[in-house]
C-alpha cells in the first residue's frame, strides 16, 4: 500500500467513526441504563408584571469593579427593574433575602461547542451517551452560572432542538447564539460537514460564492458567521491546508456585516491575526501560538476595537508529555501537566456521562505516554507540540494585550477533549493562574463578552433595563475566581431555574 493510499484509507475510517457518531447521537442515550437523569428547571411560577425583590445582596459591578451592599435588585418580568443600594422599591409580590450573598451577571461562554461530547470513542455505550451529554452540557452550564453561550459550531438538529426545549421551559439550559461555518475548499473545519451538513458549514470557492453562502447561512438560522484561518491541521500528521485568501475573508466580513452579524475566526499564528486585522474582523478565536505578537500587532488590535477568545482551556486541556517538544520543560507546561492530573478526575465526575467518563480517563492515560504520539492509532490523535506552543506562547500574546487595554473575552472551547462548555470556572481559574486579577477575569466573561457578541445592551452587567441574568454566589469572585464554583442560585431572564 502507498503512503497515498494509507492516508486516504486513514481519512476514510476517521470519517467512517465520526459519521457513525452523528447518526446516533440523535438517539441520545435510548437503551442507556447508565445515563444520568435530566436536571429540570425549578417550577418557579410568577404572574406576568410580578415584580421578584433580591435584598440584602452583595452586588458585584463588573463595569466599575465595585460591589454594592446592602443591594437590591428588583425584577419585572425578563428584566431588572430597579437596583440600587437603598430599599425605597415599590412592592414586590416575592421577596427573597440573599443574607449577603455575591450576585453577578450570568457569565457567558464566548466560545463552546454544546454537541461535542468531551471526548472520542466508538464504543456503543459512549456513542448511545452522545445525545444526553449534549443535554447535559446545557444543564451544567446554567447550574454553573452560564446563561449564554456561543456555539461555534455543532449539530444543527440537535442545538435546535434544545434550544426549543429551553426556551419552553422543558429543559434546564442557558441561552445559545448557533455559528454557521463558512471556510475555503479543503480547508480546516470541513470536516464537519460531513457531519452536519450545509447547516454546519459551508464551503466556497471564490470570492463569487460568497455572499450567497453568508446569505443561506442566515437563512438556516446562523447568529454569527464563524470561519478558519487554520493554516495546518491540529492533529498528527499536521499537513499544510488551504486558507481563505484576504478578499474572500473581506467578502466573508462585509456580507455579515450587511445582515448584522458578527464574524467569528479561528486562528493561531501570527499571520492569520494579521489578516484577520486585515479584513476588519471583530471576533478573533484563540491566541497566535507561533510567534509572539509585536507591539504594532498589539496597538493595531487594541485600535481596531476588535475582541479576542484566548481559550486558554484548550491548552490545557490538550497539552501531553511528547518526545522532543521544545516546550516540554517550560513552567507553563509543567504546571498544567500537574494540574490536569490533579482535577481531570473531578471535572469529568461533575461534567461527564459515566461512559464518557471512563473514555476522557482511558484516553487522558494513553495520550499521557509520550511514546504513545510515536505509533499511528485510529482515532484521531492530537500534536501537544501545539498546545505546549499555545501554553507557553499564547499565554505570553494574551498578558501583552490584557496590558495594553485590548478587548478580551472569554470562552474555554468545552466540548473538546477533557472539557466542557459549563467548566467556565476552570478557564477563568487558569487564567488567575496565569497572573491575571480576578477582576479582569470576571469582566473578560461578563461584560466584555457581551461587547464582543453585540448584546452588551441586554446582558453583560447588572443594569436597569438589562435582562435579569443573575448568578448568586457563596463567597466573593474578586478575592478568589474560583468562587466562581460556589453557585447557590441562577437567574435566566427573571426567573429562578437554579438553587441548591
Known amino acids: 500500500m502507498t503512503n497515498r493510499q494509507f492516508m486516504k484509507r486513514r481519512e476514510f475510517i476517521k470519517s467512517s467513526a465520526w459519521l457513525g457518531t452523528a447518526f446516533l447521537a440523535p438517539f441520545t442515550s435510548l437503551g442507556c441504563a447508565s445515563a444520568s437523569p435530566p436536571l429540570q428547571p425549578l417550577d418557579f411560577p410568577v404572574a406576568p408584571g410580578s415584580r421578584i425583590l433580591l435584598k440584602n445582596v452583595r452586588i458585584v459591578d463588573v463595569e466599575d469593579d465595585r460591589i454594592i451592599f446592602p443591594g437590591h435588585i428588583l425584577l419585572r418580568d425578563q428584566a431588572i427593574e430597579q437596583i440600587s443600594e437603598y430599599s425605597d422599591f415599590p412592592p414586590a409580590e416575592l421577596t427573597l433575602d440573599l443574607q449577603g450573598k455575591y450576585a453577578i451577571p450570568g457569565l457567558i461562554n464566548g466560545h463552546c461547542h454544546l454537541t461535542l461530547p468531551g471526548a472520542a470513542d466508538l464504543g456503543l455505550g459512549f456513542l448511545l451517551a452522545w445525545g444526553r451529554q449534549c443535554e447535559r452540557n446545557a444543564e451544567e452550564c446554567?447550574?454553573?452560572?452560564?446563561?449564554?453561550?456561543?456555539?461555534?459550531?455543532?449539530?444543527?438538529?440537535?442545538?435546535e432542538e434544545m434550544k426549543k426545549n429551553i426556551a419552553s421551559g422543558k429543559m434546564l439550559g442557558p441561552r445559545i447564539l448557533r455559528g454557521i461555518g463558512i471556510q475555503v475548499r479543503g480547508g480546516y473545519g470541513l470536516d464537519f460537514a460531513l457531519l452536519g451538513g450545509e447547516k454546519m458549514v459551508r464551503a466556497i470557492r471564490s470570492v463569487a460564492e460568497v455572499k450567497e453562502q453568508v446569505s443561506r447561512a442566515?437563512?438556516?438560522?446562523?447568529?454569527?458567521?464563524?470561519?478558519?484561518?487554520?493554516?495546518?491541521?491540529?492533529?498528527?500528521?499536521?499537513?499544510?491546508?488551504?486558507v481563505l485568501s484576504d478578499a474572500e475573508l473581506i467578502a466573508i466580513q462585509q456580507e455579515a456585516e450587511k445582515h448584522g452579524k458578527v464574524v467569528a475566526v479561528h486562528h493561531t499564528s501570527v499571520e492569520?491575526?494579521?489578516?484577520?486585522?486585515?479584513?476588519?474582523?471583530?471576533?478573533?478565536?484563540?491566541?497566535?501560538?507561533?510567534?509572539?505578537?509585536?507591539?504594532?500587532?498589539?496597538?493595531?488590535?487594541?485600535?481596531?476595537?476588535?475582541?479576542?477568545?484566548?481559550?486558554?482551556?484548550?491548552?490545557?486541556?490538550?497539552?501531553?508529555?511528547r518526545n522532543g517538544d521544545p516546550?516540554?520543560?517550560?513552567?507553563?507546561?509543567?504546571?498544567?501537566?500537574?494540574?490536569?492530573k490533579a482535577r481531570l478526575p473531578k471535572i469529568l465526575d461533575e461534567f461527564a456521562e459515566e461512559s464518557i467518563r471512563k473514555t476522557a480517563l482511558e484516553n487522558?492515560?494513553?495520550?499521557?505516554?509520550?511514546?504513545?504520539?510515536?505509533?499511528?492509532?485510529?482515532?484521531?490523535?492530537?500534536?501537544?507540540?501545539?498546545?505546549?506552543?499555545?501554553?507557553?506562547?499564547?499565554?505570553?500574546?494574551?498578558?501583552?494585550?490584557?496590558?495594553?487595554?485590548?478587548?478580551?473575552?472569554?470562552?474555554?472551547?468545552?466540548?473538546?477533549?477533557?472539557?466542557?462548555?459549563?467548566?467556565?470556572?476552570?478557564?477563568?481559574?487558569?487564567?488567575?493562574?496565569?497572573?491575571?486579577p480576578p477582576k479582569d477575569i470576571l469582566r473578560m466573561a461578563t461584560i466584555n463578552n457581551a461587547k464582543i457578541i453585540r448584546m452588551s445592551d441586554r446582558i453583560g452587567s447588572l443594569k436597569k433595563g438589562k435582562l435579569a441574568d443573575i448568578v448568586i454566589l457563596a463567597e466573593n469572585p474578586l478575592a478568589d475566581i474560583e468562587n466562581l464554583g460556589k453557585v447557590e442560585k441562577v437567574f435566566f431572564e427573571g426567573k429562578l431555574k437554579y438553587s441548591t
Open 218 to 242: 442566515c437563512e438556516d438560522g446562523a447568529d454569527f458567521i464563524k470561519t478558519f484561518l487554520q493554516y495546518t491541521k491540529l492533529w498528527i500528521p499536521t499537513p499544510a491546508l488551504p
Open 327 to 340: 516546550y516540554a520543560d517550560a513552567p507553563e507546561v509543567k504546571q498544567i501537566i500537574e494540574d490536569k
Open 142 to 159: 446554567l447550574r454553573h452560572g452560564v446563561t449564554t453561550v456561543r456555539d461555534m459550531l455543532g449539530f444543527p438538529g440537535k442545538l
Open 364 to 436: 487522558y492515560r494513553k495520550l499521557s505516554d509520550p511514546d504513545y504520539f510515536e505509533h499511528w492509532h485510529l482515532m484521531i490523535t492530537p500534536e501537544p507540540k501545539i498546545f505546549t506552543a499555545a501554553a507557553v506562547i499564547g499565554s505570553r500574546n494574551l498578558h501583552r494585550l490584557v496590558r495594553a487595554g485590548a478587548l478580551v473575552g472569554c470562552g474555554n472551547d468545552g466540548g473538546i477533549p477533557f472539557d466542557f462548555p459549563g467548566a467556565m470556572a476552570l478557564e477563568m481559574g487558569i487564567l488567575q493562574r496565569s497572573g491575571l
Open 272 to 321: 492569520g491575526f494579521r489578516k484577520n486585522l486585515r479584513a476588519g474582523i471583530q471576533s478573533f478565536e484563540h491566541m497566535p501560538r507561533d510567534q509572539e505578537l509585536t507591539d504594532t500587532d498589539v496597538e493595531a488590535f487594541v485600535k481596531s476595537g476588535a475582541g479576542i477568545n484566548p481559550t486558554a482551556s484548550v491548552a490545557w486541556a490538550l497539552s501531553f508529555p
